[in-house]
């Protein structure tokens, strides 16, 4: 027969399950009486609820059928009819439900049936007859019905019966509610009696099991109490087991936690002894060295190393300080940075690292007899506050236990308080060594600053006299920069005069002479046949005067635009291939007529291109050329091209501009210049000879614009001239400009302080005797109406026969409303437009005509050479712009692109 463990389990589950038992029990019985009582609940709910409706749903469908018929006979309007209609259909359903609901009640089965035999007397001996009558407009004999109350006594009497039946429903409701009430109290009564019964069965139950175990309980505290009293863990004394249940194994629980509690008491011992060896030791080393002989008293190992984290050494993170069983370089490495290799890993990931598996070529333990591979190897960080301060690492023969490493994790963190500690000293003492030695030369300082200070007392009596001469001085300075600001203001208001007055004199030198060189240029073509030679001749002086009278306003503005530093230049790639070419077909013919030789000198090795501002290079040439020519009465005038080079030439290289340069070299035979005029050469309005018995013309602007034009370009000029001999100009410029993109303001020498602002720079047009006879009665050109708007007459006259000879239809107008007036009436093919004008001038007439007329090409004819006039041109609607004199080729040019674009 198997035998049956009463265990501490099994005794506490028995008396557990007598309770349980007997709590099952009873909470079934109680859900069955709880569930009977939730039935009839809502059995007297329900049943009362419904005949209460239903009842009152018949008392309603009676006075709907009363209502209805009253209405009916009093109105005759059928829809009163309809509560009667609907309330007669319905109130026998309504009686139906009503007598299901009191199956269970004979007497209540017989008034209800009473009820209807008197709503179905009713309706047949007074509802219908009534409203039949009524049909049938027989109100003597309703009224007579009325007058009876035979209907109203019926309908009474129903109400009542109603009425008695709803009490009776009434009396029975509160019966069942009583009767429930009752049966309540019978459950209340039930579940105390339970209840107690319950209370009585778990005390039993309790008492009996706790009194099997508490006996056992109490023999093991009592035998704890006597080890805790006779001296803690450390005590012999063991618990007698006598029983085979949970408390004898609690014993026995109880006799190993007392070893345990032993031995951790004498481990605690050995990290105490630790912890107090330390107090005197001041020096990192010597710590390492005292903690790893003392540690290899407490655990077997055979090898061992410390390594301590030091901020001196830019290499390493961690020194070795001390090692066990070797010198302390001999064995292992000697640093080792964060992360690196597994105690450098150990460090930073703050972890244990073990191995129980060593390879045979690891570090060797040796002695006197051998040498061996250890079997294990312990790497522990020693961490504090969160830093590891320094790694430990050991190696045994044997694999370690697990007391020894509890033990090595209980001296980890005293031990990393105080590595803290002696590394914190030791940063103290050579904190304050150096402090002691800062503060020596301190005091060596402080004596020399004394003697300084002496001496700064004696200079600084000194400054305070200077310094009252300076700020004597800055009043003065102050006092002159205000008078120079007042200097500076007038000499701007005085450019701003003088600006004004330029573009003025521009306009009115150009109009007139606009006329004359289109009357002369006409007139020296003799396209009519009818002018002798003289008379041709006189034509061509007035055309050549006209020519030269332009390059003279030219060269005025342009000297205005050098003082002003508004000079532009374009850099852009020129090929000096072709200026041989130019300037032999522009002086060759001139030196002719002198009978002067012109040699043109190309040197080899030249580059193609550079790169400069070709306009402003062929200005500087010609202008040189010219005035060689002019200068030179016999002889030869030369003009050369080379490269700079290292010798003593005209064209040496210059330190102060790029290697890589170029030489435009011009060279005669002629006058000269005297040494005393060499450097005055180059101002404006200067000549070598200025008296009035002068033999040679021209207004000395040439040099001064040549030479300004040259630093533009990044260049230089030289002249090297001796009197009656000969002059030789040079002009260097850099063959690879950097500054190809820049468009160059430079501040000249001769721009004055004051002249900060001046007016834009003047836009020249050169003017040269062009023939338009090869384009005479162009197809483009014939029988397109053109209308020429100016208001000065000599304007009118030059253009028109020009403008025939080509073909064209020729309109003019004075004002630029009589321009506006013909546009409405007639058609033209182009507009060229003057702008200053009385009355109406062209930028407004421009503005108007474009509101009706936007493809018309307009094109800006005015004496206003600037280039601000050019852009108020475009903005008010010009379609081009083209400044006097004109050039007749030019004007052609301009009028074909835009009348082959119309």
């Given at each position: 027969m198997l035998k049956i463990k009463w265990n501490l389990q099994m005794k506490i589950l028995v008396g557990y399950l007598i309770v349980i038992i007997f709590l099952i029990a009873s909470i079934g019985m109680i859900h069955y009486r709880i569930s009977a009582m939730q039935a009839e609940i809502k059995m007297i709910t329900q049943h009362d609820r419904d005949i209460s409706d239903l009842t009152n749903k018949l008392e309603a469908h009676v006075i709907n059928m009363e209502t209805g018929q009253r209405g009916f006979v009093i109105t005759g309007n059928n829809i009163y009819l309809e509560p009667y209609t609907q309330a007669r259909l319905n109130w026998e359903d309504t009686y139906n439900l009503l007598l299901d609901e009191v199956a269970d009640n004979p007497k209540q089965i017989q008034n209800l049936k009473s009820i209807h035999s008197h709503i179905a007397k009713w309706i047949t001996t007074n509802g219908d007859p009534i409203i039949e009558l009524k049909r049938a407009n027989l109100e003597q004999l309703i009224a007579e019905s009325f007058n009876e109350n035979v209907g109203i006594k019926q309908i009474d009497n129903i109400r009542a019966q109603v009425g008695s039946f709803r009490d009776i429903e009434n009396e029975l409701s509160s019966a069942r509610i009583s009767a429930q009430n009752q049966n309540n109290k019978m459950l209340v009564t039930y579940l105390y009696v339970v209840g107690f019964l319950l209370i009585v069965l778990s005390l039993i139950s309790a008492y009996v099991t706790s009194k099997t175990i508490v006996r056992a309980i109490k023999d093991i505290m009592t035998a704890i109490q006597e080890i805790a009293i006779s001296g803690g863990g450390n005590s012999g004394r063991r618990i007698q087991i006598k029983t085979q249940d949970e408390i004898g194994e609690l014993g026995k629980a109880t006799n190993v936690l007392l070893e345990e509690h032993q031995q951790q008491s004498i481990l605690l011992n050995q990290v105490g002894d630790m912890s107090t060896m330390y107090h005197e030791i001041k020096d990192s080393v010597e710590l390492s060295e005292r903690f790893l002989a003392k540690l290899s008293t407490i655990i077997e190992f055979q090898y061992g190393a410390i390594y301590i984290q030091s901020e001196q050494h830019n290499s390493c993170m961690y020194i070795k300080t001390a090692s066990y069983a070797g010198e302390t370089g001999s064995i292992g490495k000697n640093c080792f940075l964060l992360g690196e290799g597994l105690v450098g890993q150990s460090a930073k990931d703050k972890k244990i690292i073990e191995l129980d598996t060593v390879p045979s070529d690891y570090v060797k333990i040796d002695s006197a007899l051998g040498e061996t591979s250890p079997?294990?190897?312990?790497?522990?960080?020693?961490?504090?506050?969160?830093?590891?301060?320094?790694?430990?690492?050991?190696?045994?023969?044997?694999?370690?236990?697990?007391?020894?490493?509890?033990?090595?994790?209980?001296?980890?963190?005293?031990?990393?308080?105080?590595?803290?500690?002696?590394?914190?000293?030791?940063?103290?003492?050579?904190?304050?060594?150096?402090?002691?030695?800062?503060?020596?030369?301190?005091?060596?300082?402080?004596?020399?600053?004394?003697?300084?200070?002496?001496?700064?007392?004696?200079?600084?009596?000194?400054?305070?006299?200077?310094?009252?001469?300076?700020?004597?001085?800055?009043?003065?300075?102050?006092?002159?920069?205000?008078?120079?600001?007042?200097?500076?203001?007038?000499?701007?208001?005085?450019?701003?005069?003088?600006?004004?007055?330029?573009?003025?004199?521009?306009?009115?030198?150009?109009?007139?002479?606009?006329?004359?060189?289109?009357?002369?240029?006409?007139?020296?073509?003799?396209?009519?046949?009818?002018?002798?030679?003289?008379?041709?001749?006189?034509?061509?002086?007035?055309?050549?005067?006209?020519?030269?009278?332009?390059?003279?306003?030219?060269?005025?503005?342009?000297?205005?635009?050098?003082?002003?530093?508004?000079?532009?230049?374009?850099?852009?790639?020129?090929?000096?291939?072709?200026?041989?070419?130019?300037?032999?077909?522009?002086?060759?013919?001139?030196?002719?007529?002198?009978?002067?030789?012109?040699?043109?000198?190309?040197?080899?090795?030249?580059?193609?291109?550079?790169?400069?501002?070709?306009?402003?290079?062929?200005?500087?040439?010609?202008?040189?050329?010219?005035?060689?020519?002019?200068?030179?009465?016999?002889?030869?005038?030369?003009?050369?091209?080379?490269?700079?080079?290292?010798?003593?030439?005209?064209?040496?290289?210059?330190?102060?501009?790029?290697?890589?340069?170029?030489?435009?070299?011009?060279?005669?035979?002629?006058?000269?210049?005297?040494?005393?005029?060499?450097?005055?050469?180059?101002?404006?309005?200067?000549?070598?000879?200025?008296?009035?018995?002068?033999?040679?013309?021209?207004?000395?602007?040439?040099?001064?614009?040549?030479?300004?034009?040259?630093?533009?370009?990044?260049?230089?000029?030289?002249?090297?001239?001796?009197?009656?001999?000969?002059?030789?100009?040079?002009?260097?410029?850099?063959?690879?400009?950097?500054k190809l993109d820049l468009l160059t303001d430079v501040n000249l020498d001769m721009v004055a302080a004051a002249k900060e602002e001046l007016t834009s720079e003047v836009e020249e047009e050169t003017i040269q005797p062009l023939s338009y006879e090869s384009e005479v009665y162009s197809p483009l050109f014939k029988g397109k109406r053109v209308l020429i708007v100016d208001d000065d007459e000599r304007n009118l006259l030059a253009l028109t026969p020009p403008l025939k000879s080509k073909g064209m239809d020729v309109i003019t107008a004075h004002t630029g409303q009589q321009a506006i007036d013909l546009i409405h009436k007639q058609d033209f093919d182009i507009v060229l437009m003057d702008i200053m004008m009385p009355g109406m001038n062209g930028l407004d007439a421009i503005k108007i005509i474009r509101n009706v007329r936007t493809e018309l090409p307009i094109i800006s004819v005015t004496a206003k050479a600037m280039i601000q006039d050019r852009m108020e041109s475009l903005e008010a609607g010009a379609s081009d712009f083209i400044s006097k004199p004109l050039n007749l080729e030019q004007l052609f040019t301009i009028m074909r692109v835009w009348l082959s674009k119309s």
């Open positions: 079997h294990s190897i312990y790497i522990m960080p020693i961490v504090f506050q969160g830093i590891t301060l320094a790694v430990l690492e050991i190696a045994s023969l044997y694999k370690f236990t697990t007391k020894d490493k509890m033990i090595l994790k209980e001296i980890a963190e005293p031990f990393g308080a105080v590595v803290q500690s002696v590394l914190s000293h030791m940063e103290i003492q050579k904190l304050f060594s150096e402090s002691r030695h800062l503060n020596e030369e301190l005091q060596v300082h402080a004596e020399e600053l004394e003697t300084q200070s002496e001496e700064l007392r004696s200079v600084n009596n000194q400054l305070e006299e200077q310094n009252h001469y300076i700020l004597m001085k800055s009043i003065e300075a102050e006092n002159s920069r205000i008078e120079m600001e007042q200097y500076a203001r007038q000499a701007k208001s005085n450019s701003n005069y003088k600006s004004q007055f330029l573009a003025t004199m521009s306009h009115e030198l150009r109009t007139p002479l606009n006329s004359m060189l289109l009357f002369s240029q006409f007139l020296e073509e003799n396209n009519n046949g009818n002018l002798n030679e003289e008379e041709l001749g006189y034509a061509k002086y007035i055309h050549s005067s006209g020519l030269d009278l332009l390059n003279l306003i030219n060269d005025i503005l342009d000297l205005s635009k050098v003082e002003a530093g508004m000079m532009n230049v374009v850099l852009e790639p020129v090929n000096i291939t072709e200026l041989p070419h130019i300037m032999n077909q522009h002086f060759a013919s001139l030196a002719e007529k002198k009978q002067l030789e012109f040699n043109i000198i190309i040197e080899p090795d030249l580059p193609n291109l550079i790169v400069t501002d070709e306009s402003r290079l062929q200005q500087i040439l010609k202008n040189l050329i010219s005035n060689a020519i002019k200068f030179t009465n016999k002889g030869s005038v030369e003009f050369r091209i080379q490269k700079s080079v290292n010798d003593k030439s005209v064209c040496k290289v210059d330190s102060n501009l790029p290697q890589e340069t170029i030489c435009f070299i011009v060279k005669d035979t002629g006058i000269g210049i005297a040494a005393a005029h060499l450097e005055r050469i180059f101002e404006a309005f200067h000549q070598a000879d200025g008296t009035i018995e002068r033999e040679y013309g021209g207004t000395g602007l040439g040099l001064s614009i040549s030479r300004q034009l040259v630093k533009l370009l990044g260049g230089a000029i030289y002249v090297d001239s001796k009197e009656n001999e000969g002059s030789t100009f040079t002009v260097m410029l850099p063959i690879n400009n950097s």
